[in-house]
């Protein structure tokens, strides 16, 4: 049930859209080799095009889209208006839009974080956004609590997909829990109690293989974990039973460059997220 006044919650708006449309993310990555490859200027024309073809071709079939800030960023201002473009035209078209900004900072300054991305009056305004919690988990708070208020989400990274992230995630701290774990148990907490599932996401990498296991960190949190890495990062759908094991079924696998890499054909971009999504089927058991 909702109102103007508790909207529907980001876990369930995602868990329908998984349910409905399969559980594959699409990253929107323009990055400029890939501009290049679709015969397009590396400038604000070229953004503007690429983004409005990935829009076009996914936004009514995948779950999620998450554009890549950075990229529209380094254009500055007339990048941010392609930007705040492509977010409305996303969610117009019925995807849910992650916008992956990574950011993370003191209390006070990340409230202006969280409103930039989960204020419904903002330009930018998104159903989700990724934080990194390396300040400390509750310098996150004021993100958590305005995500609680707009019914948007919050994607904290937990275990990233690259290899230089181990040197502080798999750090274990005084009582013996690494770093990792302790920011999943943190979710875990502010998901407890929500159906049929929480708001409040992780990031674990597809490329981990069987180190959460072997390191026995429990990656059911009751939220959804984004699974960046497949394709361009060497990880394929099949790997994602191995890293996620009982987990497996809130994970809401990412994929870039491995979808945007047939374009600028329409066809081809869906033919490729398809074939992810199939591999995901497959692997998940969906
Ligand atoms: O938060 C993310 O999305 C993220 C976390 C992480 O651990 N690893 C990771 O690759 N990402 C992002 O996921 C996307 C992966 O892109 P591809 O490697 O091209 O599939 C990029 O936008 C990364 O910034």
Request: with cysteine; aromatic share 6%.
């Amino acid at each position: 049930m909702t109102s103007a006044s508790s909207p529907e919650p980001f876990g369930a708006r995602l868990r329908r859209a998984m349910d409905e449309r399969g559980p594959l993310c699409v990253g929107i990555d323009p990055h400029a080799s890939l501009l290049t490859d679709w015969g397009l200027s590396d400038d604000i024309a070229g953004l503007e095009r690429f983004t409005h073809t990935v829009v076009e071709a996914l936004a009514d079939r995948v779950a999620v889209l998450k554009p890549q800030s950075a990229f529209f960023e380094r254009f500055g201002s007339r990048g941010i208006a392609v930007l705040e473009r492509a977010v409305a035209d996303a969610r117009a078209a019925g995807a849910l839009v992650l916008m992956d900004a990574k950011r993370g900072d003191i209390g006070s300054t990340m409230a202006a974080y969280a409103a930039t991305y989960l204020d419904p009056a903002s330009p930018l305004f998104s159903d989700a956004v990724t934080v990194s919690p390396y300040l400390g988990y509750g310098s996150l708070r004021p993100a958590l609590d305005l995500a609680r208020e707009s019914g948007t989400g919050v994607f904290v990274l937990a275990l990233t997909s690259n290899p230089e992230g181990a040197e502080v995630q798999h750090a274990v701290r005084g009582d013996g829990a690494t770093v990792a774990a302790t920011m999943l148990d943190h979710l875990r907490a502010e998901n407890a109690g929500a159906a049929p599932m929480g708001s409040y996401g992780a990031v674990v990498g597809a490329t981990l293989g069987g180190a959460a296991a072997a390191q026995g960190t429990d990656l059911a949190i009751n939220g959804p974990l984004l699974a960046p890495g497949i394709g361009a990062q060497g990880a394929t759908a099949a790997d994602l039973p191995r890293v996620f094991g009982a987990a497996a079924g809130d994970v809401v696998p990412n994929v870039s460059r491995g979808v945007l890499r047939h374009g600028p054909d329409v066809a081809a971009l869906r033919e490729s997220a398809e074939r992810f999504a199939g591999e995901v089927r497959e692997a998940l058991g969906g």
